[in-house]
């Protein structure tokens, strides 16, 4: 069930009604939300809510038993477990081919090449977002930075409520559980600025993304070598934009949504290509994972706490293992590894090379350098093989006739760009006017929104990217 | 300077039981509140802050609704593509029916028009070519009329 279909649409109406229907009984509210939650997930594979369900009990069970020890051992050997059987749970499902298939290259190598056993194993769609915020419940359980939750249905709704489950936000317990504690109360601020969010979201996903997508990025990342530098080029920035328009959007509809039922989930992007840094990007780019792997992996690896050489290391490790969460192939790490590469430049200009005195650069010389070196990674991002990759960047030396770049693909370019040029909280601007007007005036505003995005956007609509990771 | 402020209009002497006012009798509950607490619903008396969230709520509910309608009668098109594409049982054959029958009707009431001018002036825009715009310019900066003479 995705976002910007009808059947959503009435799945939501639906959701909407009687969870407002039954607000004064919380606990009968959640149950019915994950009902709903489990349906929604069951409209892809019915199977893998047995999965959900499991891993929420194992989850909810490990971090019980956290709370109510006060041997520092024990609780260290059951966060170690709790998070130990999550990661069994995602690289089985998401990595088990893939390292069976290195390590039958690995003996080939060596000279001993066996048969070994390969499976063809389904990946469940949201697994990477849903155990890595099991995990973050267990860990912050045993940090003390967050209380056990109330009950089992709590923590299964914190896993499986369907704004964020298959592509996120990450949402940490921290952050939804005392929200779960008592029925929400909805402001009008808030479902104006839900119901923007969510016609923004509609927008770019099915008008920006779907076009650019289908238009330009697909055909020539599926054969690099049938384009000139022209096309290659505009591929590349269409594609930073196609991924931004749609990755966004989704955490846009999701916000959008939770907040019309009353939850606050956390922004995850902040105009990502206005960041000076790749420092920066990473704090405006799909912050919730970000967030989560500087406070469960960078952090606890030592940080920045332990000489430059070690900030280095760690940097690398967390960007090569944030480059191989996001899919079980090499060009996901060398990704991470270009990101972690240009980090440790930028911490070692900033720390050991650059002199006070020496004068500042143009901040629109960091942002184009930094926009660049982005574009460069998302090549290898969404090339499905290095080869692909390497013939793409080959391509940057045939200087043909541009063939795709038509007026209307460049202002989709262009204007996807633009958008990091309006101001940093626009939607929440226009929520602040949407509220005070009457509601069949907003709803008016809304509907006549939605209204034109239907009538440009394409027929049919394609999965967001981040459904595979 | 005296504490008892008292209206000299107001016939009820102060500390009546007038003045506090006795939470409803059982009796005097409307059965429907009955009917719920029965059924285990707890109902207590709305606070500010309950009767803030409940407006906004309505608020929400009213521009959901009307959107939701507004769309239903501009956007009958894509409740129709959507019926389509349903997988072919008795439900959704009926839903595709219900969806044609209800778009032929607001074609004929000339409800799919905006959508329509908005689409057909979009498609006219994707199928521009850079010659279709250097055109476009030229003519821009060329002279509206003759000049007049001087």
């Known amino acids: 069930m995705l976002f910007p279909t009808m059947i959503f649409g009435l799945f939501f109406l639906v959701v909407y009604a009687s969870t407002w229907s039954l607000n004064r009984e919380n606990e009968r509210r959640k ?193 690099p070598t049938a384009y000139g530098a022209g096309d290659l080029l ?89 480059g191989l969460w996001h899919g079980a192939a090499w060009t996901f790490i060398a990704w991470g590894a270009i990101h972690g590469t240009v980090l440790i430049i930028e911490r070692v200009w900033w720390s050991a090379i650059r002199k006070p005195d020496w004068p500042r650069m143009s901040p629109v010389w960091g942002v184009l350098i930094t926009f660049n070196v982005v574009c460069l990674a998302w090549i290898l991002f969404r090339s499905d093989s290095f080869a692909t990759a390497m013939a793409y960047l080959q391509g940057f030396g045939r200087l043909t006739a541009p063939t795709l770049l038509t007026p209307f693909i460049v202002t989709l370019i262009v204007g996807g760009l633009a958008l990091h040029a309006l101001p940093s909280r626009a939607i929440e601007r226009a929520a602040s006017w949407l509220c005070r007007i009457p509601s069949p005036a907003a709803g008016l505003t809304v509907g006549v929104l939605i209204l034109l995005v239907e009538a440009i956007r394409p027929p049919g609509i394609a999965p967001f990217i981040y459904f595979q990771f | 300077m005296s504490d008892d402020i008292t209206d000299p209009a107001d016939p009820t002497p102060p500390g009546s039981a007038a003045e506090t006012p006795s939470p409803p009798k059982r009796r005097d509950r409307a059965p429907l509140i009955e009917f719920a607490e029965a059924a285990g619903f707890a109902l207590s008396d709305p606070t500010d802050e309950d009767l803030l969230a409940d407006h906004a709520r309505r608020w929400t509910s009213r521009a959901i609704l009307v959107a939701t309608l507004l769309l239903a009668a501009l956007n009958s098109p894509s409740i129709q593509t959507w019926a389509t594409t349903l997988p072919p049982t008795w439900g959704s054959q009926t839903i595709d029916d219900l969806a044609e029958v209800w778009t032929s009707r607001l074609e004929q009431l000339g409800l799919d028009q905006p959508r329509t001018v908005v689409h057909d002036h979009y498609q006219g825009f994707q199928q521009l070519s850079w010659r279709d715009v250097v055109k476009t310019l030229r003519v821009r900066r060329a002279p509206a009329g003759n000049p007049k003479p001087r």
């Open chain 1, 31 to 223: 149950q019915f939300l994950l009902l709903a939650s489990w349906v929604f997930y069951a409209w892809w594979d019915w199977r893998f809510v047995g999965l959900l369900i499991a891993s929420a009990v194992l989850n909810w069970f490990v971090a019980k038993q956290i709370g109510e020890t006060e041997d520092r051992r024990r609780r260290h050997m059951l966060v170690a477990l709790g998070v130990t059987i999550n990661l069994i749970i995602l690289g089985f499902f998401k990595y088990y081919g893939f390292f069976v298939e290195q390590f039958g290259e690995m003996l080939k190598l060596a000279g001993w090449e066996r048969d070994l056993p390969l499976m063809h194993v389904i990946l469940p769609i949201g697994i990477s977002f849903f155990t890595f915020q099991g995990m973050s419940y267990v860990i912050d359980v045993h940090r003390g930075k967050c209380p056990r939750a109330h009950s089992l249905l709590d923590v299964m709704l914190l896993m499986s409520f369907f704004p964020h489950l298959v592509a996120g936000p990450i949402v940490r317990a921290s952050d939804l559980l005392p929200q779960f504690a008592k029925a929400p109360k909805l402001s009008r601020e808030m479902a104006a600025h839900g119901l923007l969010l969510i016609a923004w979201g509609l927008f770019k996903k099915t008008v920006i993304a779907s076009e650019l997508a289908t238009n330009l990025v697909d055909p020539v990342f599926f054969d």
């Open chain 1, 234 to 322: 505009g591929a590349a920035y269409g594609y930073a934009v196609q991924i931004y328009c749609d990755f966004s959007a989704y955490s846009d509809i999701a916000i959008g949504v939770a907040a019309l039922l009353g939850y606050r989930f956390p922004r995850n992007f902040d105009q990502p290509y206005r960041a000076r840094s790749l420092q920066e990007f990473w704090r405006r780019w799909h912050i919730s994972l970000s967030n989560w792997l500087r406070d469960y992996l960078y952090v606890p690896l030592g940080g920045n706490r332990d000489g430059l050489v070690r900030t280095c290391i760690n940097l690398m490790i967390t960007m090569l293992l944030g």
